[in-house]
């Protein structure tokens, strides 16, 4: 998707490992989201971002944190994964207002 | 909490057939609508947003309309191709300044050539 990249693409971990992923945007939009999503469930928001070093938590934040130190950077970190952290992971920008969202491509994480 | 429902949960359809997309949510108050397409194993493309003054949005083969006040959506693709075969997601924004959509669980659309 242009303009936000997530890396890596797919990831597999052990159980009990730290795990960072990264978001990337070129927009110099305001906002960053961090979602999972799962089959049977929509897309959850796992914490979001509202400038350098403003972070917030969503939905499903436990067993994650964030980090953003650059605008263009977001960073999602489980600090010590577990199964039912295996999920597909997306990150988001936005401009606020009345401004729709933009996905990345997301991150395939299993973690066996 | 705002419950967003998409249903069907699959269609599939042939290839010329014009057809409806269904999303409601439960709570009236939102901000605005977004539609997406994904396509398997890859991200989501957005396709439409309306705001919740807008009644509907035009985009070449597709419309979609927002009935807030009866808290649904629906999104209308014209004469359907192989190519439109993907999972259409519906997410709705609360209230102005809020930070989450909430996302239905997608409508998966084949349609056959």
């Known amino acids: 998707d242009a303009g936000i990249t997530q890396s890596p693409r797919h990831k597999v971990t052990e159980t009990g490992t730290p795990v960072t992923l990264r978001c990337h945007q070129t927009e110099n939009h305001r906002y960053m989201y961090w979602y999972r999503q799962d089959p049977g469930h929509g897309l959850r928001l796992i914490h979001y971002s509202y400038g350098v070093k403003d972070t917030d938590k969503g939905e499903v934040s436990d067993g994650y944190s964030v980090s953003r130190s650059k605008t263009e950077d977001f960073l999602l970190t489980l600090e010590s994964a577990t199964s039912s952290q295996t999920s597909v992971y997306f990150c988001?920008?936005?401009?606020?207002?009345?401004?729709?969202?933009?996905f990345g491509s997301g991150t395939r994480l299993t973690v066996v | 909490k705002q419950e967003v429902t998409q249903i069907p949960a699959a269609l599939s359809v042939p290839e010329g057939e014009n057809l409806v997309l269904n999303c409601s949510f439960t709570d009236s108050a939102i901000y605005n609508l977004q539609w997406f397409r994904q396509d398997p194993g890859k991200g989501l493309t957005s396709l439409l947003l309306i705001q919740s003054s807008q009644r509907e949005q035009t985009s070449g083969r597709l419309n979609a309309s927002l009935d807030k006040s009866s808290g649904r959506s629906t999104l209308y693709i014209a004469a359907s191709q192989p190519g439109d075969s993907a999972t259409y997601l519906c997410a709705v924004r609360g209230a102005a300044g809020a930070n989450n959509l909430f996302f239905g669980t997608g409508t998966r659309l084949t349609v056959i050539p």
């Open positions: 988001a920008i936005s401009e606020g207002g009345a401004n729709g969202y933009t």
